[in-house]
């Protein structure tokens, strides 16, 4: 079974529809050793097919059209926070605790980059707010790195202790997540079939008229609602105003939406909230499991007040085990499921050569989304997906033999997949989205704006449901 088949049954998707695919294969992109490009390759495919036969059906179309995977654009697309430009600057991914470093007994790997986390780290090392990379360092020296790891999260920040394959599928939290599904499919209720308001235009946008609850942040569940509004979708972010944005990822990972805050403790904010979840066909959270909870966001509280929803959630480790409700990142993952091992170079861990987790996995969770609203238009219900990074991670590493593809182009460089507009941000160079079927978009309709500022309130227009 190829690994486009694997991503496509996770959805739920007829066999019969992978013909409409051709792939454009490049050497030379995302090399490592695990099959990096042949995942990505599929994530980004298994999303594209699932826009398109949800394109034909809307269009009255007799078939689906051909979705074209082009390896340059995947590649470009899962560098796509390297490949940003503001106004000539590069962009700045990791803050300078956000690394591996060695303790007494190995290695732990830290993320730092939001200035919550980075004081909750130093507060758990008992260091002070401007201690230097070299005092940290020295504080990690003097302990192990289980230690570090249990210490950190205590204080709700986050580091991982590095692991072997072995030890990882030894770990509870690892049989755990290898006895789930890659991606969870769920019914609820019996909500009402979803009617099918018809699709013209060009290009064909699937998603038009559909609106898209936005609680993700990062990396991957922004990269699943910003290929959601690639698709024509109303997507509209919203964050507590506590809870600020790092500018440069809010730049890259959201285009094409809009961006809100609304403090949820706020009684006004709460009833605006609640305006906007009546008016919803999906809501995407990216939150560790349990975290929204208290706000009456769990599947099972939006399906009471929403039927019909299509809820997407995203984690790093999975809501079940006994880590079900920890944070977590790609980097961190990579180094907890024995991936920083298999990449690394004798003593010292390496890296996948994108953070693939993330972005793998934001476009199997678009695609689950719009596999869901397919569905709905057959059997109606409240539909839920989940997904984790985790998850992803031991499908990467299950130890099947991949066919690259054989022989193909070369790749010569991201250029053909760059583009630029000017934003309220400033000129930006950015990557285009790898997901492309026939008559479907290239580009998004509107660059990121300025984060928060946009009113949290629908756009009025046609529904697309």
């Not at 034909?56 to 074209?68: C, D, E, F, H, K």
């Not at 094409?256 to 008016?279: C, H, I, M, N, Q």
């Not at 997906?385 to 991670?393: E, F, K, P, S």
């Amino acid at each position: 079974m190829t690994d486009t088949e694997v991503a496509w049954g996770a959805l739920g998707g007829d066999p019969a529809l992978l013909q409409r695919i051709t792939t454009v294969v490049r050497e030379g992109i995302l090399p490592s050793r695990l099959p990096v490009r042949e995942v990505a390759r599929a994530c980004v495919g298994a999303c594209a097919l699932a826009a398109a036969e949800w394109a034909a059906r809307r269009a009255g179309l007799p078939q689906v059209p051909w979705v074209r995977i082009d390896d340059g654009a995947v590649a470009t697309a899962f560098h796509s926070e390297r490949h940003l430009l503001v106004d000539g600057r590069e962009p700045v991914n990791f803050a300078p605790l956000s690394r591996f470093w060695r303790t007494a007994d190995g290695w732990v790997r830290t993320h730092a980059n939001y200035p919550h986390h980075r004081r909750r780290l130093l507060s758990a090392l008992g260091l002070s707010a401007d201690a230097s990379v070299e005092t940290v360092a020295a504080a990690l020296a003097e302990r192990p790195a289980v230690e570090v790891e249990e210490s950190v999260y205590a204080a709700g920040g986050l580091a991982i202790a590095l692991r072997t394959p072995g030890e990882w599928a030894a770990h509870e939290q690892g049989r755990a997540v290898a006895a789930h599904p890659l991606v969870g499919r769920e019914l609820l209720d019996k909500a009402p079939v979803r009617p099918l308001v018809r699709l013209d235009g060009d290009p064909l946008l699937p998603l038009a008229g559909v609106r898209v609850l936005d609680l993700t942040r990062v990396i991957s569940g922004p990269v699943a609602t910003r290929t959601l509004a690639l698709l024509g979708a109303d997507v509209l972010r919203i964050d507590s105003p506590h809870l600020p944005e790092l500018p440069d990822q809010h730049a890259d990972m959201d285009i094409g939406k809009r961006s809100a805050t609304l403090d949820l403790t706020a009684s006004v904010d709460r009833r605006a909230f609640e305006d906007l979840l009546a008016g919803a066909d999906v809501v995407v959270t990216g939150y560790r499991p349990g975290a929204l909870d208290r706000f009456g966001l769990s599947a099972e509280q939006l399906a009471e007040r929403r039927p019909g929803l299509v809820v997407a959630q995203l984690s790093a480790w999975g809501a079940y085990g006994p880590w079900g409700g920890r944070r977590g990142f790609d980097s961190l993952v990579q180094v907890g499921t024995g991936i920083a091992v298999t990449e690394g170079s004798g003593e010292r861990p390496g890296a996948l050569p994108a953070q693939a987790l993330d972005h793998g996995t934001g476009y199997l969770l678009a695609g689950a989304v719009l596999r869901s609203l397919t569905e709905q238009t057959e059997q109606g219900g409240t539909r839920v997906v989940r997904l984790a990074l985790a998850r992803t991670a031991a499908w990467l590493t299950d130890g099947t033999v991949r066919n690259a593809g054989g022989a193909g182009q070369v790749y010569d460089g991201p250029e053909p997949w760059l583009a630029e507009a000017d934003s309220p941000l400033g000129r930006l160079r950015y990557a285009l989205s790898p997901v492309r079927f026939a008559g479907g978009p290239v580009d998004w309709a509107r660059p990121a704006g300025r984060w928060g500022q946009d009113p949290a309130r629908w756009q009025p227009g046609r529904r697309g449901s």
